[in-house]
Structure formats: structure tokens, C-alpha cells
């Protein structure tokens, strides 16, 4: 098995517990959820679904980004929304980020997520060296 390479970005939020941002593994990268937490205060973005969905993928793309990877890489994404009625604004948004070729997606409703953000998005990449 290849060696697993720990990913950190400075511009994204910093881990809340004991995980990491993202994990390298050949040519995989296997990213932690992302809260819409903003890295430069570390506090939760108030405001609506489409706002914290911003904040989400902005976390998602710098992680992606120092590990370097690209949005383009990403393969599977799963989400996370503590209400199913907010699928249509973040679907407005999400697709902002995946216009061409977007990956395979898993979205549920949940009860709760960590600090009562409004979703949570992790995914996974694929880039050949």
C-alpha cells in the first residue's frame, strides 16, 4: 500500500478534533468533512444555506489546492444538510464549483452537525502523478 500523506492547508479551517483535513494516498485524496467555518476567524459563517455552502466549497478548493488537486479532480463528494429543504440553494451553489463533468454525489438529511452548521462536505479526488 502506498504511503499515507497527511494534508494541511493553512487556508482552510483548521481540524476541530482529532482528523485531518485530508489524506493522501496514490493518487487519492480523501478530505474530512468541511463546515462552513471561516479559516480566518475560525467561526461558524452565519447566514443562510447558499452563504455557508460558499464558505464549504471555498474550504473544499484550498485543501484540494495545497494538496494539489483541483475541483476538476474530485470524484465523489457527500453531503450533508440538516434540512432537505435546502437542497435547491445548495444545489444553486454547488454547481457553481462542478459545471463540467461533476462528480458522483451522496446527499442526506441529517439530525444535527458539529457547532449546528446548516451542511457538511467531505469528498474524494483522483489525480494520476
Known amino acids: 500500500m502506498p504511503e ?3 494534508v494541511f492547508s493553512p487556508k482552510a479551517p483548521k ?5 485531518s483535513q485530508a489524506v493522501k494516498v496514490g493518487p487519492f485524496l480523501f478530505g474530512s468533512g468541511q463546515i462552513p467555518i471561516d479559516p480566518t476567524t475560525g467561526e461558524v459563517v452565519k447566514g443562510d444555506i447558499k452563504e455557508q455552502t460558499r464558505r464549504v466549497m471555498e474550504n473544499i478548493k484550498a485543501v484540494l489546492e495545497d494538496a494539489g488537486y483541483s475541483l476538476e479532480d474530485v470524484v465523489s463528494v457527500f453531503v450533508f444538510l440538516s434540512n432537505l429543504e435546502d437542497f435547491k440553494d445548495f444545489n444553486e451553489v454547488y454547481g ?10 451522496t446527499t442526506v438529511q441529517v ?3 458539529p457547532k449546528d452548521v446548516l451542511l457538511e462536505v467531505s469528498f474524494i479526488a483522483y489525480r494520476e502523478k
Open 15 to 19: 481540524p476541530i478534533g482529532p482528523y
Open 111 to 113: 439530525a444535527r452537525l
Open 4 to 6: 499515507k500523506e497527511i
Open 96 to 105: 457553481t464549483y462542478f459545471r463540467e463533468k461533476p462528480p458522483a454525489r
